[in-house]
């Protein structure tokens, strides 16, 4: 699984012209499934984004975590993450998981966000056409993955 996430002094996503999902301070996660993800990669994958130490300390350092600043989340799913541009101009979205896979992870990733983050946990919903709006603090924005089983 990859997350993009963006430190952020607040976001919101937009569905249909109406907010479905916002926060404060904290960090944006754009989501994506990959193809032979399991619950374990959305997992470890949560537990990476939410131990990452992307916020300052006292010193001014980066140096805590979401976990440790009790900030908020916003998670949205974001396909494209898995595009392949080896081959041209045209990207591939063939490492991406299927539509079903898609949702059941990134729905395991929210609901196990919301169960063991103490911050505000918000969403967008998986395949809807959806406006996001960031203020991005820093900026700090950091790529992460949990490698798939190789099987492609």
């Known amino acids: 699984m990859i997350a993009l996430l963006q430190r952020v002094d607040s976001a919101k996503v937009l569905i249909d012209g109406g907010t479905a999902g916002e926060i404060g301070a904290g960090l944006l996660a754009l989501v994506c499934a990959e193809r032979g993800d399991t619950e ?35 998670a949205v799913s974001q396909f494209t993450l898995a595009a392949d541009v ?33 911050g505000k946990v918000a969403s967008g919903r998986f395949g809807a056409d959806m406006k996001v709006h960031l203020v991005n603090d820093g900026p700090v924005t950091i790529w992460l993955r949990v490698e798939p089983p190789a099987t492609f």
Request: proline content about 1%.
């Open 40 to 74: 374990a990669h959305a997992q470890k994958l949560l537990e990476r984004t939410l131990a990452l130490r992307i916020f300052a300390d006292e010193r001014g350092r980066m140096n805590r975590s979401l976990r440790d600043t009790g900030g908020d989340l916003l």
């Open 86 to 118: 080896s081959g041209g101009a045209r990207p591939s979205f063939s490492r991406a998981a299927d539509a079903a896979a898609g949702a059941r992870l990134y729905d395991f990733f929210i609901a196990a966000a919301r169960r063991t983050h103490k």
